[in-house]
């Protein structure tokens, strides 16, 4: 502000006549300060997604890993005996959940590397809910709550 005052006239606005001769470069500078905010702008909004992309990946890879080692815990316990229909009941879930694991991953290369995963589906958001509400209820870390899902409005 006091510098404007300095270099530009109070009637009209512009330029005092010893700085008029660089009004083209006020002008590029002004355009490059522009320029430089709202790159930083960019940047720092590109840094926000990347952090929030991380965290994203973050829980997916931890939900299976969850499901793998409580089943396994489970499994190699000593104090139950575990049928053998439970046995393979925890194995299908582990090998389930490693698979998911495994595509996880494999999404995460190929988003490094420059592709980004995208496989578009129609799906019933109900059923969706209703699967994953059941997903989540049979973790093991899941045993002493209720769940409820009504999907009626």
């Known amino acids: 502000p006091q510098r404007w005052n300095e270099i530009h006239s109070r009637k009209k606005g512009t330029l005092k006549l010893p700085y008029a001769v660089y009004k083209e470069l006020f002008e590029h500078l002004g355009m490059l300060a522009n320029t430089l905010r709202t790159n930083e702008r960019a940047l720092q909004e590109s840094e926000q997604i990347k952090q929030e992309w991380t965290r994203g990946i973050s829980h997916d890879l931890k939900t299976p890993l969850t499901y793998i080692s409580g089943y396994s815990a489970m499994l190699i316990n000593s104090k139950y005996q575990w049928s ?3 046995q393979k009941e925890f194995l299908s879930i582990i090998q389930q959940k490693a698979a998911h694991l495994q ?4 999404d995460l290369n190929e988003t490094i590397h420059g592709q980004i995963p995208v ?3 129609e799906a019933d958001i109900v059923e969706l809910a209703r699967r994953t509400m059941a997903d989540v209820s049979s973790a093991p870390w899941a045993s002493g709550y209720l769940f409820v ?5």
């Open 119 to 121: 496989k578009a589906e």
């Open 84 to 86: 053998v229909a439970e």
């Open 103 to 106: 595509e996880l991953v494999q």
């Open 149 to 153: 899902m009504s999907p009626e409005p």
